[in-house]
């Protein structure tokens, strides 16, 4: 019995299924990477966000108004904070012991935020998150929510601290336009949207206040 030969046709037949096979093979694992550094980007991301809050309530515990030369304890505006804190050393006599602190700072420009131990030797920044829309810090002076505040020339410490984070693809990041009919309380400065996430810290030495207290 003689073989049939394959055609031209079915060749070419077999070959563009194998393409196209191949084609849907590698699509699909092209969106398994992409999914895979998504996901990367998201948990390093709240890593960051984590270490930040986990380091700002650490430092908030402790820190204070002025120091001895009339020094802030905490210094910050919309997008940076800087917090000194007391730290405890072996001699307690030594100011050595004093010198702990964080200072953490958004960029809009590349929507990174970076974090920094002060003071001390070989302090670089880190980048702690990236991809960010907006970073915001804010402060209770016992009486309303301001954007900067100077515990030094205040000469005391604020109620709380609060840190507002939006996601987003960076700077580049579109911002809707509310409807006029929305009220959106406190996001004038930020994105039309809620943040997605919000931490208010509180401070053990700032002042009482009804606030505080939840009247």
């Known amino acids: 019995m003689r ?29 398994l990477l992409e999914r895979r550094e998504q996901l990367d980007t998201v948990g ?46 072996l001699d307690p006599s030594s100011r050595a012991s004093e010198a702990t602190g964080s200072e953490f700072v958004f960029s809009a420009s590349t929507g990174q935020l970076t974090g920094r131990t002060i003071p001390g030797p070989g302090a670089t920044a880190e980048v702690l998150a990236t991809g960010l829309e907006l970073v ?16 030094g020339s205040a000469r005391a410490l604020p109620l709380a601290v609060e840190v507002s984070v939006w996601f987003g693809a960076g700077p580049a990041a579109a911002r809707a336009v509310p409807p006029d009919d929305i009220d959106l309380v406190g ?7 809620p943040a997605d996430r919000t931490r208010v810290i509180t401070i053990p030495d700032g002042p009482v206040s009804a606030w505080k207290e939840g009247a």
Do not use: C, N
Request: zero cysteines; charged letters at 25%.
């Open 136 to 151: 915001r810090f804010r402060y209770h002076d016992g009486a309303e929510w301001r954007e900067s505040f100077d515990s």
């Open 187 to 193: 996001r004038e400065d930020g994105p039309a949207r």
């Open 44 to 89: 390093a991301r709240g890593d960051g966000l984590a270490a930040m809050w986990s380091r700002l309530e650490r430092d908030l515990a402790t820190t204070f108004a002025a120091d001895g030369a009339g020094g802030a304890g905490l210094r910050g505006d919309s997008s940076s904070l800087r917090v000194r804190a007391r730290g405890v050393g």
């Open 3 to 31: 073989r049939r030969a394959f055609t031209l046709f079915e060749t070419l037949l077999a070959i563009v299924l194998i393409v196209a096979l191949s084609a849907a093979v590698f699509g699909f694992l092209w969106t």
